[in-house]
């Protein structure tokens, strides 16, 4: 990617996300019936204060250099690559955060998910963003079970902090080798499973049945995993064994904004793709695979 192409993607990128901190997450929550609204002010309650300049800096920054950063610079390269804007899939886009991220940085977005109430408030944010940025981003929402067939293909396959609960992942990673444009990549994005603080908290939340039975308002039954994390090295097993072709894998220790540019580039960059290291301090990683 060129860096006059780099830096329009995180102009856009940076501006969309400058909006749900400045403008978007207390009047949304107004629009949002009772119950999505109270989860929604919890998933996004790490949020800078608007206002807080220092900090909204260094969200920017930590967040240009993580998955969602290396998923929107890779969006750019490939719109380049092809002359179009990539079709893009959000695998569990719960409340369609990345869903509109990626379609304001250039991609066609599809999210998926199970939840109605979920799709419901990414609808209402989608409307939100129409009304108030005057700007119609290229995303759908669909209620749909991802380990069973799909309805066409994709760039790009996305899935954050998901992976877990998706069961049996062997049928979603089938569909994702199928539905895969020549050229395209599944990104994930998720805890890095093997460090210790993850592992005893989510056997906390979870218990002893990891296999579990989500069933819709409409009473629709669908196999659903309960906090299953994979380590660095599972993830990478898993993925080869389903006909899949690792392409790139980071590991993310925390504090992504706090160095500057020269010092990132430098100190962190490198240490982060060598996955082998760090698997008890990582708290994220990032996967990408292709298929074989």
């Given amino acids: ?141 669909v209620r749909a079970d991802l380990t069973r067939e799909w309805d066409g293909d994709y760039d790009l396959v996305w899935v954050y902090n998901a992976l877990s609960h998706i069961d049996p992942l062997e049928a979603f990673l089938a569909q994702t080798r199928m539905h895969l444009r020549r050229g395209g990549v599944l990104v994930v994005g998720d805890i890095n499973g093997a460090h210790p603080e993850h592992i005893a908290r989510l056997n906390r939340l979870r218990g002893d049945a990891v296999h579990q039975e989500y069933v819709a308002p409409d009473g629709e039954r669908h196999q659903y995993a309960v906090e299953r994390p994979f380590a660095p090295a599972e993830v990478r097993g898993i993925f080869e064994k389903n006909g899949l072709r690792m392409v790139h894998h980071e590991l993310y220790w925390g504090g992504l904004g706090a160095l500057p540019d020269p010092a990132y580039r430098a100190l962190m960059e490198p240490l982060q793709r060598q996955w082998r290291l760090g698997h008890g301090i990582a708290r994220r990683q990032l996967v990408v695979a292709t298929p074989a």
């Avoid at 949002?32 to 996004?44: I, K, S, V, W």
Wanted: aromatic share 12%; charged share 30%; hydrophobic share 40%.
């Fill in 1 to 141: 990617m060129s860096s006059k192409d780099a830096g329009g993607a995180r102009g856009r990128f940076e501006r969309f996300v400058r909006w749900t901190i400045e403008q978007e997450y207390g009047p949304v929550q107004e629009r949002l019936p009772a119950g999505e609204r109270e989860a929604f002010a919890d998933y996004y309650r790490r949020l800078p204060r608007s206002g807080d300049e220092a900090a909204i800096r260094r969200y920017l920054r930590g967040f240009w250099r993580s998955e969602a950063g290396w998923t929107a610079r890779w969006i750019v390269a490939r719109a380049a690559a092809i002359g179009e804007r990539p079709r893009v899939m959000d695998a569990g886009s719960g409340f369609g955060t990345y869903a509109m991220l990626y379609a304001a940085v250039g991609a066609v977005v599809v999210g998926a998910d199970l939840r109605p109430d979920r799709l419901d408030a990414a609808e209402r944010r989608l409307a939100f963003h129409r009304e108030v940025a005057h700007e119609e981003l290229p995303v759908s929402y």
